[in-house]
């Protein structure tokens, strides 16, 4: 089968949770698993499907508007893709413009990297004109890199305040994105300021559930410092190619 190291590799993590859940102390059915698709072709995505992943990432809204679209009527169309795909769960883990927010207001289930009210309000008239409300997160700056996106730690709470006034979005908790270092210490640093910062909002928002960390290289470290949702990408899909 052309795609079966799909299914090893799937079986492979999803015993690496279960496992790491245990040694932690962790309830494995707490933690949501976002496999990351992208540059991944929708044959790929369908295949994973087949095995029980139901929410998949795309960093790119061109990217995640073309395969939604192949995923859904446009490969009905073309008997290409069964019927299981069509209740596929789309997150955006990837930076968003606010131009781009229209393309996906339709049909996101949940946008990881909300960084600026600016962007909140976007996307809360985008929600507005699908008759919708969008669940997002707030992408917070742990690591303290330029290059990375997301709001500053300490500006936090100010910004989730704002964003909570929106009636169109619904704040569903933090996101970081750990420092791409060998050094497990600053890793659990960068986690441990979102964890603070996650229980010590939750108690002011109700309707915040999720804790957005973890990767291929550092999951089992955010399942440690408290996680409940996992975006992991290569460990399922193998190597990337940019050369799309």
């Known amino acids: 089968m052309e795609y079966a190291y799909l299914k090893d590799n799937y079986d492979e993590l999803v015993t690496d949770i279960r496992k790491t859940c245990m040694e932690y102390g962790r309830n494995f059915d707490d933690i949501k698993l976002v496999a990351v698709s992208k540059t991944f072709p929708p044959e790929q995505i369908a295949e994973v499907r087949k095995l ?28 290409v893709y069964s019927e299981i795909t069509r209740d596929i769960k789309w997150h955006l883990v990837g930076h968003l413009q ?12 949940l946008i990881h990297s909300v960084d600026s009210l600016k962007l909140a309000e976007v996307i809360n008239e985008q929600a507005e004109k699908h008759d919708r409300i969008i669940d997002v997160l707030i992408q917070v700056n742990t690591s303290g890199e330029d290059q990375k996106s997301g709001v500053e ?6 910004l989730c305040e704002a964003v909570s006034k929106l009636k169109n979005i619904r704040l569903k908790g933090l ?23 996650f229980d010590k909002l939750k108690n002011r928002h109700g309707s915040f559930e999720y804790l957005s960390m973890g990767m291929t290289s550092d999951y089992r470290i955010a399942i440690d410092e408290g996680a409940n949702m996992l975006r992991i990408g290569s460990a399922i899909f193998g190597n990337r190619s940019y050369q799309r």
Do not use: C
């Open 153 to 158: 730690p300490d500006e936090t709470e100010i």
């Open 52 to 79: 029980g992943q139901i929410i998949f990432g795309e960093n790119k809204v061109q990217e995640l508007r073309e395969k939604y679209d192949i995923l859904n009527d446009k490969g009905f169309k073309d008997g």
């Open 175 to 197: 996101m970081t994105i750990g420092m791409f270092t060998d050094d497990e210490d600053i890793i659990r640093s960068n986690f441990r300021v979102l964890k603070d910062l």
């Open 98 to 109: 606010t131009n781009k927010v229209k393309y996906i207001a339709g049909f996101v289930d």
